[in-house]
């Protein structure tokens, strides 16, 4: 099962940094805290999402 609550926290956080980041005239900087949490993400949806094969 999906912890989806973990991935909401995750990227809210990227964003609110990425924001800041926006703010104080860092664009690329918040870009790639963007991309680096969207990739932080996936990753742990694939990861945690994988359950052990019956009988394992």
Do not use: C, W
Not at 11 to 16: E, G, M, Q, R, S
């Amino acid at each position: 099962m999906q912890n989806y609550e973990k991935l909401y926290h995750l990227l809210f956080n990227a964003i609110t940094d990425a924001l800041e980041k926006v703010e104080s005239g860092e664009p690329e900087t918040a870009r790639f805290l963007l991309i680096r949490a969207q990739q932080e993400a996936e990753e742990l949806y694939l990861t945690e999402g994988e359950e052990p094969a019956p009988g394992l």
